[in-house]
């Protein structure tokens, strides 16, 4: 049977539907490189702690080579049973589905069985396909569980999806959600206008993953072809470290939208946030460090271990580590060092 919001628990869509921090899941690896479950828990504390409306589990941020090492099932299962062992409010729980349409669909019904929502769908693996093949894929993983578009930026395996791709996937009625991610507005008007001509923008709430210009997408009014739509959260890799400020910037975000009055000090937050984000996720370098800059910020904090990756080849670049201690010190106000040091023994416990 097919997964729709229909079958939903009470309050996953209107949470969906507000807007919600939803931490992209780092991967929480001993000096083996293998799973270390205890932090890996901790990590899922901390993020329900700090007020997330939900988990993004085996996504790019927890890196796309659980699958090649057996992990995919156990890190998801993990991440569900640690979420509702640890709170009983909703949440939304969202997988991420990856490769061609046999493992998509297959990964799919994994995530369905384990109880997650919906699934994150990355269109990494289809470079050269044609838009039918596409938004045939689509259809299939959407026929097992609602789906959440996903625009991955190039520059770390994502494909160019234009306007009419995003119009044609929009019109699938069981599109729930678009995370956008491109890291490019031109691409992102093009995924906004194909929501708005597709008739669907009551139905797909809108995400940014714009880790680039994060306050910008959440208080802009996108006035396209005669209708007025807004991105109501956040979808984040930024959002898997300095959670806590994260989701207290959401809320300020949120209100100045609801107020249409947006303060001088909000959006110059726009740009101390992407310098934050260049630093973390190592833009001088063309995102070679992006996990390890995450891991890195967990580290500091005490949440994990160290900063391994699966792939023994990914780390920090040289000066990286210098950034990420230039913008914490600049902006106190965007990290939350303060709140994980007076939880993390609780959240390791």
Request: glycine share 10%; charged share 20%.
């Amino acid at each position: 049977m097919t997964l729709t919001r229909a079958n939903w628990q009470d309050g996953v869509a209107g949470i969906l539907a507000r807007g919600a921090v939803i931490p992209a899941h780092p991967l929480a690896l001993d000096a083996s490189r293998s799973l270390d479950a205890r932090r890996q828990r901790a990590l899922t504390r901390y993020y329900l702690d700090s007020g997330a409306g939900g988990l993004a589990v085996g996504v790019h941020t927890t890196q796309f080579a659980i699958r090649e090492v057996g992990l995919y099932e156990p890190v998801l299962r993990l991440a569900v049973e640690s979420a509702r062992s640890w709170t009983t409010r909703p949440l939304v729980l969202i997988a991420g589905v990856a490769g061609r349409t046999e493992q998509a669909v297959r990964e799919a019904e994994i995530a369905r069985g384990l109880g997650y929502h919906a699934a994150l769908m990355s269109m990494a693996a289809f470079k050269g396909a044609g838009e039918d093949e596409l938004i045939g894929h689509a259809r299939a993983v959407a026929s097992v569980m609602p789906v959440v578009g996903f625009y991955l930026q190039p520059a770390v395996g994502g494909i160019v999806l234009p306007y009419s791709f995003w119009r044609r996937f929009a019109a699938i009625d069981n599109v729930v959600a678009i995370k956008i991610a491109p890291f490019h507005r031109y691409r992102t008007l093009d995924v906004i206008r194909g929501v708005i001509d597709a008739g669907a923008a009551d139905r797909i709430a809108l995400y940014t993953g714009n880790d680039d210009h994060i306050v910008a997408d959440l208080v802009s009014p996108f006035r396209l072809g005669g209708r007025s739509v807004r991105i109501v959260g956040g979808l984040l890799g930024h959002w898997s470290v300095w959670v806590k400020s994260a989701v207290e910037l959401l809320k300020r975000c949120q209100q100045a939208a609801a107020s249409d009055s947006v303060p001088a000090d909000l959006l110059a937050l726009d740009a101390q946030v992407t310098d934050c984000n260049a630093a973390v996720f190592d833009v001088a370098n063309n995102f070679h460090g992006v996990i390890a800059g995450c891991h890195e910020v967990l580290r500091r904090q005490g949440l994990l271990e160290g900063i391994w990756c699966l792939d023994p080849n990914e780390g920090l670049s040289p000066g990286q580590a210098e950034e990420i201690t230039r913008v914490a010190r600049a902006y106190p106000h965007l990290i939350d060092d303060d709140f994980v040091a007076a939880n993390r023994a609780r959240w390791l416990g």
